[in-house]
């Protein structure tokens, strides 16, 4: 037997640590329930057991149907309905749903090459490259595209598939405050020049890493003040669109169409089409010479298999929906929906009273609940409700500021969200969670 006496530590012997003992604590929220159904906008949810604490799911045989406000399913796409769900069916029959092997082997279909070619036109940028997972599109791009002797400078409240890729790449890493365009032109000016003319850089190449749409805290980054500190300072640009893509903008093509900017501003746009698109994976889009380049450095390409047949035509349907090139009118509608009801419910809830952070036009609404005790209780009264949602706290957001989030979708209805604010307003008496008298709250 061995034993600490040996110096022999277990692979499990940090498992019981203050994140571990705060999922048990939310035994009862619908995360420890597996789901059974579509993730639209109704999620059905698997019982459990009220005495079974254990973190592996048992199954009961009974579920509960609840309105779905916690998948990112900004579009209404996940219901994998009408023209997207046929032309994904008689893609697998005519594909399967593998192509088993990478992209530079026997993995490259005409799939591909029509999404990445889609991609590149939506988000207004001349060559795409795909990936079969949103998180490994950073955690392998950021190595592909900087490393030893190159600075990264990233927001703070970076994903953490921006933070894993920019320390595998090796890069010199430094942080600003989140959003704060005064700190991101601080460490600029700190570290660009070092002391030396700026003519002298001590940096192979600099690369400032964005989020268009925070997922934890609502927020927009600052896109055109960011620019002017480009051109000011002369960095490359990486903007991740997971959030904002199809979710933000007349069009729906996210960050640069929100602020009027020109895509040729940002060197890289990333997204990721398991949000917006219903489906799954991420892509780069940028200029032809830097995603040919990506094309032969990119491990996750060389090595990794390529988006799966059933997945890129899900993507290809929702992406032709969105511009209007099937079912024309009903892209613009979803998008409409969305930014009405990202609206309507943000109003709704600082009315009430309610803490909510985020900018007014974002679909992501994360609402205070501050005392970390309150989040396996407020998931609860809403779960008591027949109602999803999402409750975060450390250490994805700092101790006393535990919140839920609210993902609203085109696929919501007025009713839906009034249900939503009625039991809120419930909750939100019962928890005692309403900060302000109505006025209206956030920051
Ligand atoms: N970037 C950001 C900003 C994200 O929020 C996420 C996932 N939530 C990812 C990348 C990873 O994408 P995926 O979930 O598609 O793997």
């Given at each position: 037997?061995?034993?600490?006496?040996d110096?022999?530590?277990?692979?499990?012997?940090?498992?019981?640590?203050?994140?571990?003992?705060?999922?048990?604590?939310?035994?009862?929220?619908?995360?420890r329930?597996p789901i059974?159904?579509?993730?639209?906008?109704?999620?059905?949810?698997?019982?459990?057991?009220?005495?079974?604490?254990?973190?592996?799911?048992?199954?009961?045989?009974?579920?509960?149907?609840?309105?779905?406000?916690?998948?990112?399913?900004?579009?209404?796409?996940?219901?994998?309905?009408?023209?997207?769900?046929?032309?994904?069916?008689?893609?697998?029959?005519?594909?399967?749903?593998?192509?088993?092997?990478?992209?530079?082997?026997?993995?490259?279909?005409?799939?591909?090459?029509?999404?990445?070619?889609?991609?590149?036109k939506?988000?207004?940028?001349?060559?795409?490259?795909?990936?079969?997972?949103?998180?490994?599109?950073?955690?392998?791009?950021?190595?592909?595209?900087?490393?030893?002797?190159?600075?990264?400078?990233?927001?703070?409240?970076?994903?953490s598939?921006?933070?894993?890729?920019?320390?595998?790449?090796?890069?010199?890493?430094?942080?600003?405050k989140?959003?704060?365009?005064?700190?991101?032109?601080?460490?600029?000016?700190?570290?660009?020049s070092?002391?030396?003319?700026?003519?002298?850089?001590?940096?192979?190449k600099?690369?400032?890493?964005?989020?268009?749409?925070?997922?934890?805290?609502?927020?927009?980054?600052?896109?055109?003040?960011i620019?002017?500190?480009?051109r000011?300072?002369?960095?490359?640009?990486?903007?991740?669109?997971?959030?904002?893509?199809?979710?933000?903008?007349?069009?729906?093509?996210?960050?640069?169409?929100?602020?009027?900017?020109?895509?040729?501003?940002?060197?890289?746009?990333?997204?990721?089409?398991?949000?917006s698109f219903?489906?799954?994976?991420?892509?780069?889009a940028?200029?032809?010479?830097l995603?040919?380049k990506?094309?032969?450095?990119?491990?996750?390409?060389?090595?990794?298999?390529?988006?799966?047949p059933?997945v890129?035509?899900?993507?290809?349907?929702?992406?032709?929906?969105i511009i209007?090139?099937?079912?024309?009118?009903?892209?613009?509608?979803?998008?409409?929906r969305?930014?009405?009801?990202?609206?309507?419910?943000?109003?709704?809830?600082?009315?009430?009273?309610?803490?909510i952070?985020g900018?007014?036009?974002?679909?992501?609404?994360?609402?205070?609940?501050?005392?970390?005790?309150?989040?396996?209780?407020?998931?609860?009264?809403?779960?008591?409700?027949?109602i999803?949602?999402?409750?975060?706290?450390?250490?994805?957001?700092?101790?006393?500021?535990?919140?839920?989030?609210?993902?609203?979708?085109?696929?919501?209805?007025?009713?839906?969200?009034?249900?939503?604010?009625?039991?809120?307003?419930?909750?939100?008496?019962?928890?005692q969670?309403?900060?302000?008298?109505?006025?209206?709250g956030?920051?």
């Amino acid at each position: 037997h061995l034993s600490a006496r040996d110096g022999y530590a277990p692979l499990n012997s940090d498992f019981d640590n203050f994140y571990i003992r705060r999922l048990q604590l939310r035994i009862n929220d619908c995360f420890r329930r597996p789901i059974t159904g579509v993730p639209g906008r109704f999620i059905t949810l698997l019982d459990r057991k009220s005495d079974d604490f254990n973190l592996s799911f048992k199954m009961t045989g009974t579920t509960t149907e609840t309105l779905n406000m916690s998948s990112y399913n900004y579009l209404g796409f996940a219901q994998s309905e009408g023209e997207c769900a046929d032309a994904v069916e008689v893609a697998t029959r005519k594909y399967g749903v593998s192509f088993a092997s990478p992209r530079g082997d026997a993995g490259t279909s005409e799939l591909h090459v029509e999404v990445e070619n889609l991609v590149a036109k939506f988000v207004g940028k001349e060559s795409a490259m795909i990936f079969s997972m949103g998180f490994g599109t950073n955690a392998t791009t950021f190595p592909a595209l900087v490393g030893k002797g190159c600075l990264i400078i990233s927001d703070e409240l970076n994903h953490s598939s921006i933070r894993f890729g920019a320390r595998l790449s090796g890069a010199v890493i430094e942080m600003f405050k989140h959003n704060n365009m005064n700190d991101l032109e601080r460490v600029l000016r700190e570290r660009i020049s070092q002391g030396q003319p700026r003519t002298h850089r001590p940096w192979k190449k600099i690369l400032v890493a964005v989020e268009g749409l925070y997922s934890m805290e609502g927020t927009m980054c600052n896109l055109p003040e960011i620019i002017a500190l480009k051109r000011k300072y002369k960095f490359n640009l990486f903007v991740d669109e997971a959030h904002s893509i199809g979710a933000l903008g007349a069009q729906g093509r996210g960050i640069c169409d929100y602020f009027g900017v020109d895509p040729a501003e940002v060197d890289i746009l990333m997204g990721t089409f398991t949000k917006s698109f219903g489906a799954n994976g991420g892509y780069v889009a940028g200029d032809k010479a830097l995603i040919d380049k990506l094309r032969v450095t990119n491990a996750g390409t060389l090595f990794g298999e390529a988006p799966s047949p059933p997945v890129l035509v899900q993507i290809s349907s929702a992406l032709r929906l969105i511009i209007g090139e099937i079912a024309p009118g009903q892209g613009q509608e979803r998008l409409e929906r969305l930014a009405f009801n990202s609206r309507y419910l943000r109003l709704g809830l600082k009315r009430l009273g309610f803490i909510i952070y985020g900018h007014d036009d974002s679909p992501i609404i994360p609402l205070l609940l501050y005392n970390p005790a309150k989040i396996p209780a407020f998931s609860h009264e809403m779960l008591k409700r027949k109602i999803a949602v999402v409750v975060v706290g450390y250490p994805a957001t700092p101790l006393i500021s535990s919140r839920a989030r609210f993902c609203v979708s085109a696929a919501h209805t007025k009713d839906d969200l009034d249900r939503l604010l009625a039991a809120c307003d419930q909750a939100g008496d019962i928890l005692q969670l309403k900060f302000s008298s109505g006025i209206a709250g956030g920051r």
